[in-house]
């Protein structure tokens, strides 16, 4: 079955790094789009990061770019977020996604999601 699962959270202070990994299993891994998206209380999914299937190519949120990097690695089916220079507002839950287009569909698959903390 699909798995996505999600490493590499925690506690952090302001200013700190921290790298993510979403070990995917069960779906042809090279073939999907791969993103990072974060939900912090009461605010709603927002995307952090995309890697596209293609040529690899990425795009971040305004709030993210310089200080994040989305990086993949096919052989390992392994998706990578690399967070530095941390703030408080970075709070949140991480979800690892997994999208595909087919016959002008996504398909998508979800991880279960990793809490990173930032604060002193």
């Known amino acids: 079955q699909v798995q996505l699962v999600e490493s590499g959270g925690g506690l952090v202070q302001p200013g700190g790094s921290l790298r993510l990994s979403c070990a995917a299993s069960g779906f042809t891994f090279r073939n999907f789009d791969m993103s990072w998206y974060r939900q912090a209380p009461g605010k709603e999914r927002e995307l952090v990061a995309r890697?596209?299937?293609?040529?690899?190519?990425?795009n971040y949120a305004d709030s993210v770019k310089g200080r994040f990097t989305i990086s993949r690695d096919n052989a390992k089916t392994t998706v990578y977020l690399q967070m530095s220079s941390l703030k408080p507002e970075d709070t949140a839950v991480y979800y690892c996604n997994a999208r595909r287009l087919v016959l002008r569909q996504y398909s998508y698959y979800w991880g279960q999601g990793t809490q990173v903390t930032v604060s002193s």
């Open positions: 890697i596209t299937s293609t040529d690899e190519s990425t």
